[in-house]
């Protein structure tokens, strides 16, 4: 099992909104869709561009890399359209105010 580190204020990052962190030196990506956090690793599998910078569509619960459009699903990190492409995801508990992840 893993560590819980703590990483944002829940505050800090809004319903559709996403935020990257660091979490024992990895580039992590915190995702808001609906009120429901999630993390996936933070580098795109097409050409290393930022999750945490793309567009969160909360209603399909999936990012869009902000370099050329990848889609991925926030729950289980596969690419939308090619689930043997799948991105890192990390367990997310919030407890109280503040969100943390399993590293
Ligand atoms: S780097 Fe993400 S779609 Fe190209």
């Excluded at 979490?23 to 869709?33: D, Q, R, W, Y």
């Excluded at 290393?48 to 050329?68: K, M, N, Q, S």
Aim: net charge neutral.
């Amino acid at each position: 099992m893993g560590e819980l580190i703590r990483v944002a204020a829940a505050s800090d990052i809004p319903p559709g909104t996403a935020k990257i962190v660091q979490a024992k030196g990895e580039p992590v990506a915190i995702f808001n869709a609906n009120g429901k956090f999630y993390a996936l690793h933070n580098t795109c599998l097409h050409k290393g561009g930022p999750l945490g910078e793309g567009f969160v569509d909360e209603a399909a619960c999936t990012v869009e890399c902000p370099w050329h459009g990848w889609a991925y699903k926030l729950e289980t990190g596969e690419k939308v359209d090619d689930a043997s492409k799948k991105v890192r995801t990390y367990k997310v508990v919030k407890k109280g105010s503040d969100v943390f992840v399993e590293v």
